[in-house]
T-cell receptor, first 111, second 110 residues
Framework: GQQVMQIPQYQHVQEGEDFTTYCNSS?????IQWYKQRPGGHPVFLIQ?????EVKKQKRLTFQFGEAKKNSSLHITATQTTDVGTYFC???????????FGTGTRLKVLA | NAGVTQTPKFRVLKTGQSMTLLCAQD?????MYWYRQDPGMGLRLIHY???????AKGEVPDGYNVSRLKKQNFLLGLESAAPSQTSVYFC?????????FGPGTRLTVL
């Protein structure tokens, strides 16, 4: 079945440093989504990527979908303490409304 | 709009007890989902529904049942709770691809 691997599992950065998390799939994806979950909170939708090679930006966050549509990345420039949380990628099983979530990358930002 | 709400927020059960978790959404969304979240495991889909009166199995459906009698409500039932069902349960709803999550229910089974 489909599997979604996310790396790294944990990342500690100094405030102001950059951060990247990667999401890799064993199959070609129709789209990929990214969510953020603050400690003690619930996942919040960030973005969806659909096209091969697509790049989208939200302020300091840059999302990229691989050319082969098997991987994706989320890059945060100049992290802030408000970026703390766990970032998940999610993919829809082809032809269904079932979503498979990655295991997440927990980001800790040290002030 | 309240968005997605979940009842209760916390619950402690003994092994073998039963309970129902309620998810309600006021956004008129067609699709609703139940996930469980365990440390290091991310979110795993238990059951989902693509509309009133319909349900389907997700990745980890065993030990759970669901019902979607009204469009705005999605119920998750545990008939005979087991310690392995200790987890945080999230409900979500969506109208297209964006999922909106509820605040979660923390369930402990002793």
């Amino acid at each position: 079945g489909q599997q979604v691997m996310q790396i790294p599992q944990y990342q500690h950065v100094q405030e102001g440093e950059d951060f990247t998390t990667y999401c890799n799939s064993s199959t070609t994806l129709s789209n990929i989504q990214w969510y953020k979950q603050r400690p003690g909170g619930h996942p919040v939708f960030l973005i969806q990527l659909v096209k091969s090679g697509e790049v989208k930006k939200q302020k300091r966050l840059t999302f990229q979908f691989g050319e082969a549509k098997k991987n994706s990345s989320l890059h945060i420039t100049a992290t802030q303490t408000t970026d703390v949380g766990t970032y998940f990628c999610a993919q829809a099983t082809s032809g269904t409304y079932k979503y498979i979530f990655g295991t997440g990358t927990r980001l800790k930002v040290l002030a | 709009n309240a968005g997605v709400t979940q009842t209760p927020k916390f619950r402690v059960l003994k092994t073998g007890q039963s309970m129902t978790l309620l998810c309600a959404q006021d956004m008129n969304h067609e699709y609703m989902y139940w996930y469980r979240q365990d440390p290091g495991m991310g979110l795993r889909l238990i059951h989902y529904s693509v509309g009133e009166g319909t349900t389907a199995k997700g990745e980890v459906p065993d030990g759970y049942n669901v019902s979607r009698l009204k469009k705005q409500n999605f119920l998750l039932g545990l008939e005979s709770a087991a310690p392995s069902q200790t987890s945080v349960y999230f409900c979500a709803s969506s109208i297209s691809d964006t999922q909106y999550f509820g605040p979660g229910t923390r369930l402990t089974v002793l």
